[in-house]
């Protein structure tokens, strides 16, 4: 996520009311992770062992982050099966470590991200997510991939934006009772995805709380 994007999600939350001082953010959905390449990999991603955890940012009152990407030319993890009660206890550790700054070159992300929310519908968030984003980047584009009672899936196109690099990805928000939670796949590519990365990278937005 770069930071333009993450500033429109908090001016939203503002917007919506969301900013809730003093109260805890809702617990987060649960979910599965594979632990046998010895770090905490969300279940539906591809190959765990490909991927790195790059650990979680959490901000009072804010926001809580986590994400993981895919390291170009880095030689996958072992894969340890199976694994010893100790192994998956050092792995799921992991998800507490403060989060690192990456800096070599990647080719996949996924990232985790939970605002507290007052109660908004998915299509009045999404109306009002896509005039933040194109104030902030006219030249890009937003298209509604999904929408029902408590989700929204949108691919998010940036293209000659100042503040923000090219990139096509696709967001999946699922709305809590008491936060907003946000799936976001990313090709570190410049050109727009093609329609088997869109389906795949739909398909792992949409598979928190499902493995």
């Not at 109306?127 to 009672?149: H, M, R, V, W």
């Not at 946000?182 to 410049?190: D, G, K, L, P, V």
Request: aromatic share 12%.
């Amino acid at each position: 996520m770069h930071n333009l994007s993450l500033l429109i999600l908090l001016s939203l939350s503002i917007l919506a009311g969301c900013a809730s001082k003093g109260k805890p953010l809702e617990t987060h959905i649960k979910q599965a992770y594979d632990t046998t390449s010895g770090q905490p990999i969300p279940a539906f991603l591809p190959a765990p062992e490909t991927w790195q955890y790059l650990g979680l940012e959490n901000i009072p009152n804010q926001y809580q982050r986590m994400k993981w990407l895919k390291p170009d030319n880095v030689a996958p993890r072992p894969v340890k099966i199976p694994q010893t009660a100790d192994d998956i206890n050092a792995a799921q550790a992991m998800l507490h470590y403060p989060m690192i700054n990456f800096t070599g070159k990647w080719t996949e992300s996924f990232e985790y991200l939970a605002l507290p929310s007052a109660p908004i519908q998915p299509a009045a968030y999404g109306e009002n997510y896509q005039k933040f984003f194109l104030e902030a980047c006219p030249s890009g584009a937003i298209t509604t991939q999904f929408i029902s009672d408590n989700e929204l899936i949108l691919e998010v196109k940036t293209k000659d934006c100042p503040k923000m690099p090219d990139h096509d990805e696709i967001d999946r928000f699922v709305f809590g009772k008491g936060a907003i939670y946000q799936f976001i796949y990313n090709f570190n590519t410049t050109t727009l995805m093609t329609n088997e990365q869109r389906d795949a990278a739909i398909k792992a937005v949409s598979g928190w709380g499902k493995y």
